[in-house]
């Protein structure tokens, strides 16, 4: 049987930072620059590790990224805040607050506070809303960098039957929406759907968000079907790991994401998109 093709993410998103590092210069020779502000409350350690990542992506593609390290204890008000002295500052174009914020901090009213104008992450009702009616926004970046995924790897989309297991605000519904603006068949499953393997087997694109580790196995792919891993693990050996049962789906798999190296690395590229995006229209 024939292996799946490997849709590399690392090296996909490598050339798309590598032409956002083209397209900062050349705004930077016109004039145009701008900040990223990256805000961080507490110390989490898988926060810390991509908070690390993303002033790096900033570093290589040439956007100034500027840190907000805050106590755990800080009140919703100060970064309330700071959110707002951060919406009048020009030269910030991009403001990302980086989640899960501690329990005492309501995320949605945070995410509502930033000025969509700087909502990189996408994740302001009004981004979500513009991507709805196909209008002009931030797009969500971990879905945004799916759809490139899928594009830079020639995979059609246009009249697929795609499959989305999870509905999170941050996910499965930005992702079911961006398929269907491509013109893919969407059904959304997720933890109440019954029948989950037979109708994740009629999916020419079957896209696994569900935080499941290694849950998706044969019985749930159909032959030939593209499959795209969202999840991310750490296994008993402390191994990086996805939704998705890799070795078993890639002999039935025509091609697949692997964890690391396939969604994860996209999210930043399309974070980056986003603050040149932002950049270039201020
Ligand atoms: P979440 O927990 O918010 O959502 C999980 C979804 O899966 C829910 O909608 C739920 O209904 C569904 N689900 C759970 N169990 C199910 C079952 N047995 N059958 C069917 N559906 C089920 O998670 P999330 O924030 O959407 O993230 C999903 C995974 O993706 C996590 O592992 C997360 O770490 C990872 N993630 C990766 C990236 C990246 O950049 N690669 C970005 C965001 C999230």
């Known amino acids: 049987m024939a292996m799946a093709v490997i849709i590399d993410g690392k090296k996909i998103s490598q050339q798309i930072k590598d032409e956002l590092k083209?397209?900062?210069?050349?705004?930077?020779?016109?004039?145009?620059t701008g900040a990223l502000a990256v805000i961080q409350v507490g110390e989490d350690p898988a926060s810390s590790v991509y908070v690390r990542n993303k002033k790096n992506a900033c570093a290589y593609i040439g956007i100034e990224s500027l840190a907000y390290e805050l106590p755990e204890e800080t009140k919703e008000a100060e970064l309330l805040k700071l959110i707002e002295e951060l919406n009048q500052k020009t030269e910030v174009k991009g403001i990302l607050v980086q989640l899960p914020l501690p329990a005492h901090i309501c995320e949605d009213k945070i995410i509502q506070a930033i000025d969509p104008k700087k909502d990189v992450d996408g994740f302001h009702p009004q981004s979500v809303g513009a991507m709805t009616i196909g209008e002009k926004g931030f797009l969500s970046c971990t879905p945004a960098g799916i759809i490139q995924l899928l594009k830079r790897s020639g995979i059609e989309i246009t009249g697929k039957h795609c499959v989305v297991i999870g509905r999170s605000n941050i996910v499965g519904k930005p992702m079911a929406l961006l398929m269907l603006r491509e013109n893919a068949t969407v059904t959304i499953t997720h933890s109440k759907t019954k029948d989950l393997p037979k109708i994740c087997k009629q999916a020419d694109i079957l896209i696994v968000a569900m935080g499941k580790p290694q849950y998706i196995g044969a019985e749930y792919i159909k032959e030939g079907a593209v499959?795209?891993?969202?999840?991310?693990?750490?296994?008993?050996?402390?191994?990086?790991?996805?939704?998705?049962?890799?070795?078993?789906?890639?002999?039935?798999?025509?091609?697949?994401?692997?964890?690391?190296?396939?969604?994860?690395?996209?999210?930043?590229?399309?974070?980056?998109?986003?603050?040149?995006?932002?950049i270039e229209e201020g």
């Open 227 to 278: 499959v795209i891993d969202v999840g991310i693990h750490r296994d008993e050996n402390n191994k990086l790991c996805g939704d998705v049962k890799f070795e078993e789906a890639s002999s039935i798999a025509s091609a697949i994401t692997p964890v690391p190296g396939g969604v994860g690395p996209m999210t930043i590229a399309m974070l980056m998109n986003n603050c040149v995006q932002s």
């Open 22 to 32: 083209e397209k900062t210069a050349a705004l930077r020779a016109k004039g145009k």
